[in-house]
């Protein structure tokens, strides 16, 4: 069965995307720590980090690089956060957000689901910043 970040990569269920290639798609957390807070996922489905192979991990964190680039130049924050846990959903992700704070990195912490519209803001910031790069 696909898991829901295939679905999403797949068309079938809405994501908020600022980056694609071929190995790997970059969407908005419907669930954001901060705004801004995007998902590097590859197309594969594997499920723990480990698993994966070296060249996808290298390619994976240099994506998850730009992002972060680009966060810090769209959303003038402290620093930027990456995470890599895999309970919510069982395929590999790499959570990369904004920060100003040690908080931000509570994911307790995280606000109530946002719909596409309110994320179309924070998208376009985004993929401006991917952009200028």
Not at 37 to 49: C, D, G, K, Q, Y
Not at 120 to 133: I, S, T, Y
Request: with cysteine; hydrophobic share 40%; aromatic share 6%.
């Amino acid at each position: 069965m696909p898991t829901l970040f295939t679905k999403i990569i797949n068309g079938e269920i809405p994501g908020t995307f600022v980056y694609e290639d071929d190995r790997c798609v970059a969407f908005l957390d419907v669930s954001p720590l901060t705004e801004g807070h995007t998902m590097v996922v590859p197309r594969e489905e594997i499920s723990h980090w480990i698993d994966a192979d070296q060249d996808l991990l290298d390619h994976l964190m240099a994506v998850a690089k730009r992002i972060g680039t680009a966060q810090k130049a769209a959303f003038d924050c402290d620093r930027i956060g990456v995470l890599i846990q895999g309970y919510e959903v069982p395929h590999l992700h790499i959570h990369v957000w904004p920060t100003n704070s040690i908080a931000d990195f509570d994911l307790s912490d995280r606000s109530p689901m946002l719909d596409a519209e309110q994320l179309a803001g924070p998208a376009e910031k985004l993929r401006q910043a991917l952009d200028r790069q």
